[in-house]
């Protein structure tokens, strides 16, 4: 059943969306929780990694999470670190708990924001048995603070959230903008979620200024030193501006055996979302690594 069942499961008296998608052929299946990019809902990303991964015999899980698509939570289109490894666990929960899925197979897949996420998750989550990050984003405040006035930008996401906290309305930012402030500002993400290419209904082009804050100062590079002794595979394109492949070889070097690194001849991070052969290119590399460690 490529095309999915809508699914509610709770996380914290919340209501999270998903689609679970059920390989064809008796089960129990093994299974895989996905999590995907910043400001990302499952009918993007992680429903077309999902779809082509059930195809290779996989129980597939991709939602929303909490504060965005259809999933519940306030303020809207906020990121939220720890509830989403908080919506992780209740995912896994969710997928253990189902007769089609064999509880003691099930692996996090997470791709670009999501792959942190996931790595992070992996590691302190006994029931997680293999991580697999694509296009990554392993985000720690030692890299950012490198590249920007970092003291500078946390007095001004400070401001921000004071004005809230005193009383004021959440404000918000576009998430891209192929000129101007966004999030993700720049021609490259609004090709992808400024364009039909990226359409989703459930998408808005809108995320909390503060969404910023917490992508500076969450480490889920950590997640890296901890994993272990799970298997980890780590698919990157050559060129990445948006997720570095610095960083990807920092979590590779990191994370201990067995692990894999593949390289893809990739030139923009958003190839990785919806250009072939990229992502047939690294589905092959995922499934090929579960297939070996799941």
């Known amino acids: 059943m490529l095309g999915g069942m809508r699914v509610e499961f709770p996380c914290e008296g919340l209501r999270l969306v ?12 093994p299974a895989l929780v996905l999590t995907g990019p910043f400001t990302g809902v499952r009918g993007q990303v992680t429903g077309r990694y999902a779809e082509r991964l059930t195809a290779r015999g996989y129980v597939t899980l991709a939602f929303d999470h909490r504060n965005w698509g259809e999933s519940d939570g306030e303020p809207r289109r906020h990121e939220d670190p720890q509830g989403k490894l908080h919506d992780l666990r209740a995912a896994v929960s969710f997928l253990r ?5 064999d509880r003691e197979r099930i692996g996090a897949v997470g791709i670009c924001l999501g792959a942190g996420y996931a790595l992070k998750f992996a590691a302190f ?16 405040p030692y890299g950012m603070r490198a590249g920007m006035d970092y003291q500078a930008a946390l007095a001004s996401f400070t401001e921000i959230l004071e004005r809230q906290d005193q009383g004021g309305p959440v404000e918000y930012l576009p998430a891209v903008a192929a000129e101007g402030e966004a999030a993700m500002p720049g021609e490259e993400p609004f090709a992808y979620y400024g364009t039909d290419r ?9 995320v909390t200024r503060a969404s910023v804050l917490e992508l500076i100062t969450v480490d889920n ?10 298997p980890a595979l780590i698919v990157h394109g050559v060129v990445d501006r948006y997720c570095s492949p610095e960083g990807a070889e920092e979590a590779f070097k990191r994370l201990s ?35 070996e460690h799941l």
């Open 18 to 29: 998903g689609d679970l998608r059920v390989p064809e052929g008796d089960g129990p299946h």
């Open 97 to 101: 708990g189902r007769p089609e899925v």
């Open 125 to 140: 989550d006994p029931r997680v048995k293999v991580f697999a990050g694509i296009a990554g984003a392993y985000n720690n």
């Open 198 to 206: 990226g359409a989703s209904p459930g998408w808005r082009n809108e």
């Open 221 to 230: 590079m950590m997640g890296a030193d901890f994993l272990s002794p799970k």
């Open 257 to 291: 055996e067995p692990k894999r690194l593949v390289w893809l001849d990739a030139r923009e991070h958003v190839d990785l979302y919806d250009v072939e052969p990229y992502v047939t290119q690294a589905v092959d590399a995922t499934a090929e690594f579960l297939h």
